[in-house]
């Protein structure tokens, strides 16, 4: 059973434009939320993560949402550049489990048309 | 420079030898990972060390061994007994407390002929 989901494998984009990439989670312990981004053959980096105490975070482009009672969490990006195409994967943590386990989405390969 | 070191880039092997995927980390993190990346898939988390000499199943531990005999270090190996070896490996380390930012190698494409 998937606990975190990215019900779209692929998002398309003009350049300038804004990016939603949406993630969905079941498990109502997840109380801290994180995006990745990854190129193909290379490893995730880090981009920007939520503690469920806040329902917003912004960092330069990037800003995440979180709406606990739909459990549901969304990464904006404006404006959308070319070298942000590259698959996007959520991930979620019960910070309290103690064993820092991440549990993934399958990710969303955004494309930035130029 | 700090980071996560992941050797070979690429690793071929026959099928039935077991291998061993090296992971090294220079930022003092206390917490490591193994991840395992198929196509179209998500990550899915293989074992995991929380401390030296102390390390837990993950999702998908079946076929696959550890050890955390140093901080730096959380070497993988994918034994004979895994059914499908073939994929992208992934270490991660972290500093190991609650909300709490997981950092990725470059991983290892494993190709099991």
């Known amino acids: 059973d998937q606990q975190v989901k990215q019900n779209s494998p692929s998002l398309s984009v003009q350049e300038g434009r804004i990016s939603i990439l949406n993630c969905d989670y079941t498990?109502?312990?997840?109380?801290?939320f994180l995006w990745y981004k990854k190129y193909p053959a290379e490893g995730p980096t880090f981009l920007i993560s939520?503690?469920?105490?806040?329902d917003k975070n912004e960092d330069g482009r990037f800003t995440v949402f979180l709406n606990k009672s739909a459990k549901h969490l969304s990464l904006h990006i404006v404006p959308s550049q070319p070298g942000d195409s590259a698959v996007y994967f959520c991930?979620?943590?019960?910070?309290?489990?103690?064993?820092?386990?991440?549990?993934f989405g399958k990710g969303t390969k955004l494309s930035v048309i130029p | 420079d700090g980071g996560i070191t992941q050797s070979p880039k690429y690793l071929f092997r026959k099928e039935g030898q077991n291998v061993t995927l090296s992971c090294e980390q220079n930022?003092?993190?206390?917490?490591m990972y193994w991840y395992r990346q198929d196509p179209g898939q998500g990550l899915r988390l293989i074992y995991y060390?929380?401390?030296?000499?102390?390390?837990q199943k993950g999702d998908i531990a079946e076929g696959y061994s550890v050890s955390r005999e140093k901080k730096e270090s959380f070497p993988l190996t994918v034994t004979s007994a895994q059914k499908n070896p073939t994929a992208f490996y992934l270490c991660?380390?972290?500093?190991?407390?609650?909300?709490?930012?997981?950092?990725f190698g470059p991983g290892t494409r494993l190709t099991v002929l």
């Open positions: 991660a380390s972290s500093i190991g407390k609650g909300t709490d930012t997981q950092y």
């Open positions: 498990n109502s312990m997840f109380d801290y």
């Open positions: 939520i503690s469920s105490i806040k």
């Open positions: 991930a979620a943590t019960d910070s309290g489990a103690g064993s820092y386990q991440l549990t």
């Open positions: 930022l003092n993190h206390d917490a």
């Open positions: 060390s929380q401390i030296v000499n102390d390390f």
